[in-house]
């Protein structure tokens, strides 16, 4: 398989614990995403990608502009790399999950990006990490998802959008899915080719061209100011903006490629199981519900998922 080659050469990762606090770190930024669709309402699906990544590039910006000695410019193929990786893991990505939201509410997206980590592993298990050691790891992460997506499934079922709303949202997130896989995979590949190009470097030049896409987004099919100006929750839906731009936009960034430079693919697939974790925590919060005792027994078989991961790469 094409994508196995970009960490064959390599071997097995050497386990690093910072990367691992980066991935983690990563995944409780980008939990506070699912969560934000219904926080901001009277936004459109646009409305909420422009604004999160547009934040997110202003922000990156910034901090180009505040490092006078240690900036770096990219160059033309790698300021292309960087447009592209934004729209796969960040503009499109995010579209496509916060339409799926709208459409079928936060559990079932959240789930099917869940099984990012399950992919990722397969798709990018070093060479010298044998199947059988990758196992414990894959079946404790799908019965997890396996128990979530049932209770969730049951619970859609009792709402009145269930139907060709719910199917299209899971449709949405499927894209979604697939977007966010192969950017983990090819972002991964390219930090490990340009071991010159610092974290933070790269997470800058993503944040611009994310901010310049989600701009040119938001000018295509965004609300009319006069819209967004008379929405009775202005000053939250600024604050939410700019808050998951800063950590769910360009900190997230930073710790994940932090993260890709430091473990395997296969790891840091496994790692994004926390986003699902933090995410599901946010929505309870946000709704004032205690999980059901299937949701329960779901994060223990994540966590203990992660646990196994770690082992594994050891």
């Known amino acids: 398989m094409t994508v196995l080659a970009f960490d064959a050469g390599a071997g097995r990762a050497p386990l690093s614990w910072i990367g691992i606090a980066a991935g983690l770190g ?58 592209a ?6 503009t499109g990505y995010y579209l496509l999950l916060a339409l799926s939201v709208l459409a079928c509410g936060v559990e079932v997206p959240t789930l099917i990006i869940g099984t990012i980590p399950i992919w990722v592993m397969l798709l990018g298990k070093p060479a010298g ?5 990758l196992w414990p790891c894959l079946v404790l992460t799908g019965a997890g998802l396996v128990l979530m997506m049932q209770v969730a499934l049951t619970q859609a079922a009792a709402l009145p959008q269930a139907g060709q709303s719910f199917w299209w949202g899971v449709l949405l997130a499927l894209g979604a899915m697939v977007s966010w896989t192969a950017f983990a995979l090819l972002n991964a590949a390219w930090l490990k080719r340009h071991p010159k190009v610092s974290a933070l470097a790269w997470a800058n030049w993503l ?16 609300s ?3 819209q967004l100006l008379a929405l009775d929750n202005k000053a939250l839906i600024a604050t939410v903006c700019v808050v998951t731009g800063l950590g769910a936009g360009w900190a997230a ?31 309870f919060v946000w709704d004032g519900q205690w999980p059901l005792p299937a949701q329960w027994l779901a994060a223990a078989l994540f966590t203990a998922g992660i646990v196994a991961s770690v082992r594994a790469h050891r």
């Open 26 to 83: 990563a995944g409780a930024l980008w939990g506070m995403v699912f969560v934000v669709p219904r926080m901001t309402v009277g936004l459109t699906a646009v409305d909420v990608t422009a604004a999160r990544f547009v934040s997110f590039g202003l922000i990156a910006t910034l901090v180009m502009l505040l490092q006078r000695r240690s900036r770096t410019w990219p160059t033309p193929r790698q300021a292309a790399t960087a447009v």
């Open 85 to 90: 990786f934004s729209t796969l893991g960040a």
């Open 129 to 133: 990490l044998k199947w059988s050691a």
């Open 207 to 222: 944040g611009v061209a994310t901010g310049c896409g989600a701009l040119l987004l938001w000018l295509l099919a965004g």
């Open 224 to 226: 009319e100011p006069n």
């Open 253 to 283: 960034s930073v710790l994940w490629n932090t993260a890709s430079r430091h473990l395997s693919p296969s790891l840091c697939g496994q790692l994004i199981v926390s986003e699902t974790l933090f995410s599901l925590f946010y929505a």
